[in-house]
């Protein structure tokens, strides 16, 4: 199947053949048709997959078909909305690439970084507006942005945004925009929450699922290497300089571990940089210019901070230390492979981490290959310790008091940024943890 074959005009063609795609991906092959249609969509389909083509691509079409000449500044007609700024930004540079050639005009607004540039932005109108939940109501709220004219609702890593505490603010948004409209929710995961969103929302949706990510990991070579905790870091240098490694993202636990391990391989001569929550927008968005650019070698990301990055054919991803939810594992393994480009997982893992491996294991119902290094065999003796690093996903919350839920509620009512104040850079943990005017930043906005 070809772009052509799905409909697509002259000027977006364009724009797809100077990127260098040549064939549409499933997702796209499914998703483009009923979208030019007019029809609401309901997309199974995770990072990595070519789904941000596969809305962005029919949505242009769309506004450039029902364009009409208008007086005065420029209605929103698309909204997009992401879970995190990064997405965000990663989403805009789609639009901005795909569209370069219609004349369409669009914009991205997420938390951490000033809002007057932003309104301006917006005050001169925009028909395509990519926002972060938080940082949009913030934005309605000055009245810098107007949705009553919004035709089109993307909803992109919606699981993603349920799972960051996103509802409220998406059902808020929801309020602001018109009863008709087309709704595409692409999410990677179908919950019940999900479903619910789903039936309230979409209106005879066409349904399409493409290969979830555990299995999609195909295309990405996994291996395990036992190693000792105290030695892992002297593993990966060796590692990464013996092979000549030269695109790495590794991952580690916690923002602290991040930063530490950044600072230690620096010392051993691998150029590195740290992103995670606790950096601000402005350090984390020259981290991955330096690493896209191939200035630094290794970029070490928490879960949140590396959900959504898409760096073009990344060749090394290694678990510094294995994510407590296994389904994290899924996602950190698929930043390599992607497109059908071959990958490689590599992770270290102590005596602490072999149930976590256990059930990532099961999670993708194979097992990863176990390779020893030489001269760096686990020591035996070593017995396991539990994993000191917070709250795990599965344990239960402490029961809120009348005032802390009122201070919750205050803190929803006026959101503008957000901070993680718990060790852990996690989705589940930072949503819980929102002030307005914080210098702590988090990809939520
Ligand atoms: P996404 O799932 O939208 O994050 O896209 C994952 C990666 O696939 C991005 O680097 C895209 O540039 C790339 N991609 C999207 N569509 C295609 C295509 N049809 N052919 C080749 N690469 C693609």
Not at 52 to 65: M, N, W
Not at 99 to 111: A, D, E, H, I
Not at 131 to 145: E, F, I, M, N, W
Request: proline fraction near 5%; hydrophobic fraction near 35%.
């Amino acid at each position: 199947m070809s772009f052509e074959s799905l409909g697509l005009q002259a000027d977006i063609l364009r724009a797809i053949t100077e990127k260098g795609y040549t064939q549409p991906t499933p997702i796209q092959q499914q998703a483009i048709m009923p979208v030019l249609e007019g029809k609401d969509l309901m997309a199974g389909a995770q990072t990595g997959t070519g789904k941000t083509a596969g809305f962005t691509l029919p949505v242009l079409q769309r506004l450039i078909e029902t364009d009409k000449p208008r007086k005065g500044r420029r209605p929103v007609r698309a909204l997009i909305l992401t879970p995190t700024r990064e997405l965000a930004a990663q989403v805009h540079e789609s639009v901005q690439t795909y569209g370069r050639y219609l004349p369409l005009k669009s914009t991205v607004v997420f938390g951490g970084v000033s809002i007057n540039p932003q309104k301006q932005k917006l005050i001169k109108g925009v028909d395509i507006l990519v926002a972060t939940p938080g940082r949009l109501l913030d934005h309605v709220s000055q009245r810098s942005v107007d949705l009553s004219k919004v035709d089109i609702l993307v909803l992109d890593e919606a699981d993603r945004m349920l799972d960051m505490g996103f509802i409220r603010d998406i059902r808020k948004v929801l309020d602001l925009l018109p009863q008709k409209k087309q709704t595409l929710l692409f999410s990677a995961t179908f919950s019940d929450d999900i479903k619910k969103l789903a039936n309230d929302l979409l209106d005879s949706p066409s349904l399409i699922e493409v290969a979830r990510r555990n299995t999609a990991s195909e295309t990405v070579k996994q291996v395990v290497h036992p190693v000792d905790k105290k030695r892992k870091r002297e593993l990966l240098s060796l590692l990464i300089r013996s092979h000549e490694w030269q695109q790495v993202l590794v991952f580690t636990r916690t923002k602290h571990g991040a930063n530490r391990l950044a600072e230690q391989l620096g010392k051993d001569g691998v150029t590195s940089a740290a992103i995670h929550g606790n950096k601000s927008q402005g350090a984390r968005t020259r981290a991955l210019a330096d690493f896209k650019s191939g200035k630094i070698r290794v970029l070490v990301a928490t879960d949140i901070a590396a959900r959504g990055l898409d760096i073009d054919q990344l060749p090394h991803v290694v678990n510094y230390e294995l994510p407590n939810v296994a389904e994290d594992y899924v996602h950190r393994i698929g930043r390599t492979g992607r497109a059908g480009n071959e990958g490689e997982a590599m992770s270290l893992v102590c005596v602490d981490e072999l149930k976590l491996l256990k059930d990532i294991e099961k999670l993708i119902n194979r097992d990863i290959p176990k390779v020893e290094f030489e001269g760096f065999e686990p020591d035996p003796n070593i017995k396991p310790e539990p994993i000191q690093n917070g709250r795990g996903r599965n344990q239960k919350r402490p029961a809120k008091g009348k005032q802390g839920q009122r201070a919750s509620n205050r803190r929803n009512n006026r959101r503008s940024n957000t901070s993680d104040s718990s060790k852990q850079d996690h989705p589940r943990n930072t949503s819980r943890h929102r002030r307005k005017n914080t210098h702590q930043d988090t990809s939520i906005s």
